[in-house]
């Protein structure tokens, strides 16, 4: 019992810390949720804790309207292609690099590499405009592709950087086996190195997808007509006050999507970022 206490007295005020830390982040999620329950009549005269003592208050009608309404699910079906799909290139891409900068001898491969760790201080806002000018000379200006390709650039230096340093960390006994049982390069990667670099993998898909999925700056610099929910919901903060009941259930939309593909995924992700980070 003495020992119990004392644990208890040492653990104490870091356990009320976080407890506190966890509160801090989860009451606004928690009150936006019941915002979004809120009738419209509604949310301009009480607040969300309003919900807690009168449960009768909750309605889903403005998920409906938020599903009625063609502008959001548009915008929602953009965010999905462009983080879906450069969060596949990037993967792809990053492992190739990843496998060659590891296992794969070329020359300059080294100072290659230091140059690919250097990409990562870059600031993404120094390219905003360099870019701008690019896209609008190619045609990929307000495309879904020219976000997609610009995603996978500024993603690329931090996975080649997390996929080399997982697969410099498998034993090389086991690649020399494969290549004496004459496998190719490109056997050993598919067959061998991706199902061993699972958790490396899910953790970079897991970290580009939400970085794409909460992109704001990114998507207004090249997006005109193509517009993700993040500037979407943007765009009705200009009318504020009408618009809280749409601006409510779209910003907890956008927060849940994400918030459970990490919950699905995060032991993968815990896995790959320490493992990128110590091998």
Do not use: C
């Not at 810390?17 to 949310?43: D, K, N, R, Y």
């Not at 997808?209 to 992109?215: E, K, R, S």
């Not at 939309?253 to 493992?275: D, E, H, K, W």
Request: net charge neutral; proline share 5%; hydrophobic share 60%.
């Amino acid at each position: 019992m003495a020992a119990r206490i004392g644990q208890l007295a040492r653990h104490g005020p870091l356990n009320i810390l976080l407890i506190v830390l966890a509160a801090m982040w989860l009451v606004p999620t928690f009150g936006l949720l019941l915002t979004s329950l809120l009738p419209a009549s509604e949310i301009t005269t009480t607040g969300w804790w309003k919900v807690v003592s009168q449960p009768s208050l909750a309605t889903f009608d403005n998920y409906s309207a938020l599903f009625d309404n063609r502008d959001i699910m548009s915008a929602l079906w953009t965010t999905v292609q462009i983080a879906v799909f450069n969060t596949l290139l990037l993967v792809i891409v990053a492992s190739l690099a990843g496998y060659a900068f590891a296992w794969l001898s070329f020359p300059g491969r080294d100072w290659l590499f230091v140059v690919v760790i250097g990409l990562l201080v870059v600031p993404l806002q120094v390219a905003l405009i360099p870019i701008f000018s690019l896209y609008n000379d190619t045609g990929l200006f307000d495309t879904v592709q020219g976000l997609v390709l610009f995603h996978v650039a500024f993603g690329l230096p931090f996975g080649i950087f997390l996929m080399r340093n997982f697969f410099a960390g498998i034993p090389r006994d086991i690649l020399e086996s494969a290549r004496i049982d004459g496998a190719s390069e490109l056997k050993i990667f598919v067959r061998l190195i991706l199902p061993l670099g699972l958790p490396a993998i899910a953790s970079l898909a897991i970290f580009q997808f939400l970085w794409t999925w909460n992109d704001l700056i990114v998507a207004l610099t090249f997006g005109r007509d193509t517009q993700p929910l993040t500037v979407a919901i943007f765009t009705q903060t200009r009318q504020f006050g009408s618009n809280i009941d749409l601006i409510a259930p779209a910003s907890f939309l956008s927060l849940a999507i994400p918030l459970v593909v990490f919950l699905a995924f995060q032991r993968y992700f815990v896995q790959g970022m320490l493992a990128g980070s110590v091998k």
